[in-house]
């Protein structure tokens, strides 16, 4: 299971932390990502990381403005968002996917996901 958190209302130019818990796998084992969806549009990948953490890939538009990472204990993956603006508003989610199938943001190959969290960005 995924449970994604961490959504709420902020500032243009604010900051806000997501999060996901994983439970029921091995996360190493599995590759994660934070995918986001507005409204009227396709859902998008925003980041991904290997299940060990040791590799991340980010969409070229928000490279720079967001981290993934990994707490291992926690079994939980983190994204970071900074200088958050109004196109941000969406719904957040974090999906699973077998580290065979690679870093990416193939919806096809991820058949795990949590339920979202939204974030709105408005002043």
């Known amino acids: 299971q995924l449970q994604a958190s961490g959504g709420g209302l902020v500032q243009p130019g604010g900051s806000l932390r997501l999060s996901c818990v994983t439970s029921g796998f091995t996360l190493d084992a599995y590759n994660i990502a934070w995918f986001r969806q507005a409204p009227g549009k396709e859902r998008e990948g925003v980041a991904c990381?290997?299940?060990?953490?040791?590799?991340?890939h980010y969409a070229p538009s928000l490279k720079g403005r967001v981290t993934i990472s990994r707490d291992r204990d926690e079994k939980t993956i983190y994204l970071r968002m900074n200088n958050l603006k109004p196109e941000d508003t969406a719904v957040y989610y974090c999906?699973?996917?077998?580290?065979?199938?690679?870093?990416?943001?193939?919806?096809?190959?991820?058949?795990?996901w949590g339920q979202g969290t939204q974030v709105t960005v408005s002043s």
């Open positions: 990381i290997t299940g060990t953490g040791a590799y991340t």
């Open positions: 999906a699973a996917t077998p580290a065979s199938m690679g870093l990416g943001f193939d919806l096809r190959v991820y058949d795990n």
